[in-house]
């Protein structure tokens, strides 16, 4: 049994997300702590933990309202085709992050994050991006609506990552 709940800024959970970050992703967190901690202040922040009957931190998911001037954000509009960035972006939730511990996947910790994410977003549509070749988080996001805008996205790094897309609010046709 799981336990979720959302965390803002001032929450003691906070300090707890980079040491998973480094474990699930295995890369150093000092790069994370300061992209995280950013993150914390933009408009729309809203994050998720999962821990076990231990208190122990074995997921997170957290994500904000993505507005012009944020550097993903201008990534992001400099990749989408002309037609398809105020449809994507003009009211937009951007999944940053979500990470299970190794030892806690395929009990649906992810699923249920981000379904308790999602579940307080009022924005019209939601982009998040992940390696091309993660195919365990490609398969998870189509499961719950997400489809590919563009698969070759390169966000300062050598391999492509794919940016998918998910309508949260009935708008105008994609184009």
């Given amino acids: 049994m799981y336990n979720y709940q959302s965390f ?21 967190e000092s790069n ?4 995280f901690y950013r993150h914390l202040t933009y408009p729309g922040f809203q994050g998720i933990v999962a ?3 231990m208190q122990e931190l074995v997921g997170y998911a957290y994500g904000y309202i993505s507005t012009k001037g944020q550097y993903y954000h201008e990534l992001l509009r400099s990749t989408l085709e002309q037609d ?32 308790h994410l999602f579940s307080n977003v ?28 563009n698969q070759q996205f390169l966000p300062n790094t050598i391999a492509p990552y794919v940016i998918m897309g998910k309508v949260l609010k009935k708008t105008s046709t994609i184009k």
């Fill in 8 to 28: 803002c800024n001032n929450d003691l959970v906070v300090e707890r997300i980079p040491p998973l970050y480094e474990l699930v992703w295995k890369k150093e």
């Fill in 32 to 35: 994370f702590i300061h992209q």
């Fill in 51 to 53: 821990t076990n009957e």
């Fill in 84 to 115: 398809n960035q105020d449809f994507w972006l003009k009211d937009c939730f951007e999944l940053v992050e979500l990470g299970v511990h190794p030892l806690f996947r395929n009990q649906q910790i992810a699923s249920k994050l981000l379904d």
């Fill in 122 to 149: 009022t924005n019209t549509t939601a982009l998040l991006t992940t390696q091309v070749d993660n195919t365990a988080a490609r398969n998870l996001y189509s499961k719950h609506g997400w489809q590919a805008v």
